[in-house]
């Protein structure tokens, strides 16, 4: 196992009609992740561009998606990803959350990334 921080950013397709719900989510999986070992940077929502605000590289890029939510959360090295995993699993909140959140999401769909920090080589 590698002894660095594991950041994953997770991407959730919002469902409109569920956003009190994907509050809910959220604050039950930033307590969940702080509690075993992560440390949580905050789940994003869409929100209005600011006025004036023109992407950088227009050639290349372009306005992103207003369904897009994002969390970010770090652990310190794989070993304590991999026990929270565990703990979340045996967790009395964690098992409630999976219960209520596992056969109706409150988003259409996810993907997740794992992330290192970028080396200052």
């Known amino acids: 196992m590698r002894n660095v921080p594991v ?25 969940l992740i702080e509690r075993h070992g992560g440390t949580h940077h905050g789940y994003f929502m869409p929100r209005k561009k600011p006025e004036g605000a023109a992407v950088s590289f227009p050639d290349a890029g372009g306005e992103g998606a ?40 409150p988003f259409k769909s996810y993907e997740r990334t794992f992330l290192q920090p970028l080396s200052g080589d």
């Open 7 to 31: 950041t994953c950013e997770v991407r959730y397709r919002l469902d409109p009609e569920r956003i009190a719900d994907f509050h809910d989510y959220a604050r039950i999986w930033t307590m």
């Open 66 to 105: 207003a369904d897009i939510a994002v969390a970010l959360f770090t652990f310190p090295d794989e070993a304590t990803y991999l026990v929270y995993r565990d703990k979340v699993a045996e967790d009395a909140e964690g098992i409630a959350a999976n219960a209520r959140f596992l056969e109706n999401p």
